[in-house]
């Protein structure tokens, strides 16, 4: 390795010896005389050997004189007969020393005391890159699976990717895509992924399973009925879900003001309490006879408790459907869950994570018949962030998403047709993600008014080694 090292510093000074006026050397000079002056110097190399960083300090001349700064000047520009990265890019094989030699920067540009007089310069990053001399790199590998819009028994809504090919993880290449055309909901896609241990953590609850919470009632007057139990649902994940109702026989005022109406509460109990930053998707519908309250009104809101502390949702975090009597993919917000730390010989507490039906500005009556206000919760799906997601809007029926990290293009997420040829960007928030070294789990979430459970989608993972880091 010290003769490729040798190698690639005489090709780095072969290149700058090229500049008019440029003295370079491979050693700390003793005479600082002869100035513009360039000292190459090895910065380190990575574990695999295919990346080797060098220094080119820059020496200009005397602070005092305008002329050295117009010399830093021109060794700095990105072109021109003076420029240190012209002069490598003329020949980034440095005569067949590398593979590939290129500026990554200029930094440390400053004024140098040396004896009695100061000096003007500035330190030069060189990357060379020698892969074809590495470690032989593992083979391009395809990947697939076919996965549920749910993670209800046998079905799931992620896909595992062990052995991982690459010693710093692997550049990305994500296909989605829905073979049966059947979506029907708002065309919203979330993808996230996590990494290592916490990737087998259970995320994904049927509310139906937990315990329904009387709250506040949502009418003025008169006597009114409140129930909340798990009920059949064909359109829900598993045939069930959680159903809050209030009901009131004849007329009725509702309450004008915010009103918290009751909550579907999922428990989950040490050692099983998940830790990190989630996004938090509720699967839930609203459904009213009053047409008036039936959008924009009835929603839901994010709640929780655990030991002494607790959160309840209030007007402003309320989160409404955009349709009344089908369920939606709600996005709730954000839900950060610190390690749980317990004494030795304690319990920790649980952790309630409450689904709240919410009404806002009501006052509308209404006097003929019996009358009911629903809110039902299906599933609720912790989708973990902390290691990077996507949020696609705007996707069609027929036309498949590709997540990219592994084209020269750069990140991005792109619409594709039936064919796979590309429509364009997609209208999407965050960022496509890599793979890195640790068994790694990619989360799948997107709206669709029909039963998740019968909602079939292809995904299609290309992966590209990374040998040298990222």
Request: proline share 5%; charged share 25%.
């Amino acid at each position: 390795m010290s003769n490729e090292i040798f190698d690639m510093k005489r090709g780095i000074k072969a290149r700058l010896e090229n500049i008019p006026g440029l003295r370079v050397i491979t050693y700390q000079p003793e005479d600082w005389s002869d100035f513009p002056v360039a000292i190459i110097r090895t910065d380190g190399t990575s574990a695999s050997r295919s990346e080797t960083e060098f220094v080119v300090t820059v020496m200009a001349g005397g602070s005092n004189r305008r002329e050295s700064y117009d010399t830093l000047d021109s060794h700095i520009a990105a072109s021109g007969e003076m420029s240190i990265e012209a002069a490598i890019d003329d020949d980034v094989t440095l005569g067949g020393a590398a593979d590939r030699a290129y500026l990554v920067g200029v930094d440390n540009i400053r004024i140098v005391r040396m004896g009695a007089r100061r000096y003007v310069g500035a330190d030069f990053r060189i990357r060379v890159e020698n892969r074809t001399k590495a470690e032989a790199t593992p083979p391009k590998e395809e990947r697939s699976d076919t996965l549920s819009n749910e993670r209800d028994g046998t079905n799931r809504n992620y896909f595992d990717m062990t052995n991982i090919p690459g010693a710093h993880g692997a550049l990305a290449q994500t296909k989605i895509d829905d073979p049966s055309g059947t979506w029907s909901g708002a065309r919203r896609m979330w993808i996230a992924k996590r990494s290592g241990e916490g990737r087998d953590a259970n995320l994904f609850f049927q509310a139906e399973s937990g315990s329904m919470v009387r709250g506040s009632t949502i009418f003025e007057e008169g006597a009114a009925i409140w129930s909340g139990s798990a009920q059949a649902s064909p359109e829900a994940s598993g045939g069930e879900c959680a159903r809050m109702d209030w009901s009131k026989v004849g007329a009725y005022t509702t309450r004008s003001e915010f009103t918290l109406c009751g909550y579907a509460r999922m428990t989950i109990a040490a050692p099983d309490i998940p830790s990190g930053r989630f996004r938090v998707l509720v699967r839930a519908r609203t459904d009213t006879d009053n047409a008036e309250l039936g959008t924009g009104h009835m929603g839901f809101g994010l709640g929780w408790s655990s030991g002494s502390t607790s959160k309840t949702p209030d007007e402003s975090e309320a989160v409404f459907p955009e349709t009344a009597s089908e369920f939606r993919m709600l996005d709730l917000g954000e839900l950060t869950l610190p390690p749980t730390a317990v004494p030795e010989g304690y319990a920790a507490p649980e952790f309630n994570l409450d689904i709240h039906g919410t009404l806002s500005g009501g006052g509308a009556k209404n006097d003929a018949g019996a009358h009911h206000f629903r809110w039902s919760v299906d599933c609720v799906t912790l989708l973990p962030i902390d290691e990077g997601e996507v949020v696609v809007s705007g996707v069609g029926p027929s036309e498949r998403i590709l997540l990219d990290t592994l084209s020269e293009a750069g990140p991005g997420v792109y619409m594709l047709d039936g064919s796979d040829t590309v429509l364009g960007p997609a209208d999407f928030e965050g960022a496509p993600f890599r793979i890195g070294p640790e068994d790694t789990r990619v989360y799948v979430v997107r709206d669709d008014v029909s039963d998740p459970s019968g909602v079939k989608f292809g995904v299609e993972t290309s992966l590209t080694p990374l040998t040298a880091g990222f």
